[in-house]
């Protein structure tokens, strides 16, 4: 079926740059874009035509890294670093998770919240539970978001009711892959929490599964200082903390690193040579005290970056606010390194073509890609009425959108809001 899509579109099709069409038209077939047009062509003529108006309709957007059990914490506890906050807050909370009608609850909550914010691709952790993941991404599935979700790995260092044995670990990996197989857009990604929670034996265990069977990975990576030093306790071998994934398998093509907040010219020039995935997630990072990281360096040296909310240690899910929140640190750390700061084009970009490449889409709105956007009434930003060029209104929806509305969300070809 042939559909049009009118309103003012604003795409992202490369870092810092936007095409904005007033008035302008996405063409649907079966959901999926087959062009993008600034007046009707004439072979789309008789299409129908679902118009916004004045709206503005911009790409959906991805979190490339968020906590799924921390959910329920999301807004709280933000008075330690991270290993601290990770025995007090986080671990606890996780534990909470074996219980299966406590995670479908909280999943379901998520899966909706995430939507009516207009994110619809996802990369996420879940707990270590088997059922709750498979619950996780059953929820996932049913709301219409796409994404990639890991049963966490975890043998050492975790909390009270939150560790397995390198035994379970392994089992339960496999036993959460072979239940993953009816997900049509929810895929496996393998996830140890990060180095001090993995011992050798798991880490090289899920290396080997990953090569085998072509698995993802999805990480942490330099977040905090006291993260740096146990790392450094646990793998004197290691000059640098990406070589503790490197030695096992874990570091290559499509991995995902979330943080990088100390990654040095070294560290960085490994993510470019690998393909590795660097998520910056300023909230978080400015949250639990673990410093900002230098996302300028990792874009002029060509490292891949996109956003992530990292909820619980970032407060907010709205990727909206992830982006302002990236764009008011690159501020702050400019201001004592002289990077220059992150734009709002930037900040589009980041959240949206960047994060998508992860699932194959091509930037903007993804020629011959189902179509994932958000329709978004910006007028009560306007009492005045005036006439605002399209990349100032984007920009202050990013900084004022909880006066505006996400009037429709469209996901994986699909109308699932509005």
Not at 107 to 113: F, G, I, S, T, V
Request: hydrophobic fraction near 40%; aromatic fraction near 8%; proline fraction near 6%.
């Amino acid at each position: 079926m042939k559909e049009l899509i009118r309103g003012n579109l604003i795409e992202a099709p490369a870092l810092g740059r936007l095409r904005c069409l007033e008035g302008g038209y996405l063409a649907l077939e079966d959901g999926v874009v087959r062009g993008v047009y600034d007046r009707l062509p004439d072979e789309w003529a008789e299409v129908p035509v679902t118009d916004y108006g004045d709206r503005l309709i911009l790409q959906a957007f991805t979190d490339a890294h968020l906590h799924a059990p921390q959910y329920p914490m999301l807004g709280t506890g933000m008075d330690l670093p991270l290993l601290d906050w990770l025995n007090t807050y986080a671990f606890p909370v996780e534990a909470r998770f074996s219980d299966p009608e406590y995670a479908r609850r909280v999943y379901r909550a998520l899966a909706r919240e995430l939507l009516d914010l207009g994110t619809t691709r996802v990369i996420m952790f879940s707990s270590l539970h088997t059922d709750g993941t498979l619950i996780l991404m059953e929820e996932l599935e049913a709301a219409g978001l796409s994404g990639y979700v890991g049963k966490v790995n975890m043998d050492r260092n975790g909390g009270v009711n939150l560790q397995e044995t390198t035994e379970e670990s392994q089992a339960e990996t496999l036993r959460w892959l072979a239940g993953c197989g009816r997900f049509k857009n929810i895929k496996p990604i393998l996830t140890p929490r990060f180095t001090p929670s993995c011992t050798d034996e798991l880490m090289a265990w899920l290396g080997e599964l990953a090569g085998e069977r072509g698995l993802f990975v999805h990480s942490h990576l330099s977040e905090n200082t006291g993260e740096l030093a146990l790392v450094k306790q646990l793998h004197p071998d290691c000059p640098q903390y990406w070589e503790t994934y490197a030695k096992f398998g874990l570091w290559k093509d499509h991995t995902v690193m979330a943080h990088c907040v100390y990654s040095d010219e070294r560290e960085r020039r490994a993510m470019k040579e690998a393909n590795v995935l660097a998520v910056h997630c300023p909230d978080s990072n400015i949250n639990i005290s673990s410093g900002i990281a230098p996302v300028r360096q990792m874009l002029e040296e060509g490292v891949w970056v996109a956003l992530g909310s990292d909820i619980a240690g970032g407060a907010q899910l709205s990727m909206l606010d992830v982006m302002t929140n990236a764009i008011r640190s690159s501020k702050a750390r400019g201001l004592v390194t002289g990077d220059a700061p992150l734009t709002a084009p930037e900040a589009y970009y980041l959240a949206t073509s960047a994060g998508q490449e992860y699932f194959g889409a091509a930037p903007g709105f993804g020629l011959n890609e189902p179509l994932h956007a958000v329709v978004i009434d910006d007028s009560p930003l306007n009492p005045g009425g005036d006439s605002i060029p399209l990349p100032q209104r984007l920009e202050r929806v990013l900084y004022r959108h909880g006066r505006a509305s996400i009037d429709a969300v469209y996901a994986a070809g699909r109308k699932v809001r509005g």
